[in-house]
């Protein structure tokens, strides 16, 4: 059964870069079927999605944080990271790290998330 | 991106049935059958309740049923029971391989 774990600074001051990694546990990064990526919840609201990471190197992200945001994996070592840069206090939230299962035919494709971290809170403050 | 909308609240009594709806465009969950659902308890990771409208993964409640009529897609959970209190939310496909959420639905049972 796969697992996924978030580990970081829970607390980081403004304009400093927000650095997370997620392990992988249970099962293999590198069989091609998944991609790999974050999610945050800010305190008391709703889901936002970050981006996401195939071990090609193939990534997507939130054109919202683009400019801001990087990932990485190493999928021999079944862990995947996640770097934002120029941190404020409305990056504060729970962020998620979550496998991406995906359906559909190309290139119509429907990403889902289908194993999820337990969350690790992050706060940016001075 | 745009989000999805949902509405901010449901209840219903145990044993009812209640339905969250989550409206799109026909640019997302219109043009395909590309929605899924998660189920969030307080404090707790999302769980994947269902994806391609109707799919569900082993271990979710055949209570738990998803369907769509054009931009709108819904998820009805028939039987309420008290576990199924959390916020429930849609997600659908955006441009360029992303993901889109709507805003969350918090169920309340009776």
């Known amino acids: 059964q796969v697992q996924l774990q978030e580990s970081g600074p829970g607390l980081l001051k403004p304009t400093e870069t927000l650095s997370l990694t997620c392990t992988v546990s249970?099962?293999?990064?590198?069989?091609?079927?998944?991609?790999w990526g974050w999610i945050r919840q800010p305190p008391g609201k709703g889901l936002e999605w970050i981006g996401k990471?195939?071990?090609?190197?193939?990534?997507h992200v939130n054109p919202s944080l683009k400019s801001r945001v990087t990932m990485s994996i190493d999928a021999p070592k079944n862990h995947f990271s996640l770097r934002l840069t120029s941190a404020t206090a409305a990056d504060t939230a729970v962020y998620y790290c979550?496998?991406?299962?995906?359906?559909?035919?190309?290139?119509?494709?429907?990403?889902?998330?289908?194993?999820w971290g337990q969350g690790t809170t992050v706060a940016v403050s001075s | 991106q745009s989000a999805l909308t949902q509405p901010a609240s449901v209840s219903g009594s145990r044993g009812q049935s209640i339905t969250i709806t989550c409206n799109g465009t026909?640019?997302?969950?219109?043009?395909?059958?590309?929605v899924s659902w998660y189920q969030q308890h307080p404090g707790k990771a999302p769980k994947l309740m269902s994806w391609?409208?109707?799919f569900r993964p082993s271990g979710v409640s055949s209570r738990f049923s998803g369907s769509k009529s054009g931009n709108t897609a819904s998820l009805t959970i028939s039987g309420l029971q008290a576990e199924d209190e959390a916020v429930y939310y849609c997600?659908?496909?955006?441009?360029?391989?992303?993901?889109?959420f709507g805003g969350g639905t918090k169920v309340t049972v009776l």
């Open positions: 979550a496998r991406h299962d995906v359906s559909g035919y190309d290139p119509y494709y429907h990403y889902y998330m289908d194993v």
């Open positions: 249970g099962g293999s990064m590198n069989s091609g079927d998944y991609y």
């Open positions: 990471i195939h071990d090609s190197g193939n990534s």
């Open positions: 026909s640019s997302d969950i219109g043009a395909y059958n590309f």
């Open positions: 391609d409208v109707t």
């Open positions: 997600s659908s496909s955006g441009p360029f391989n992303t993901v889109i």
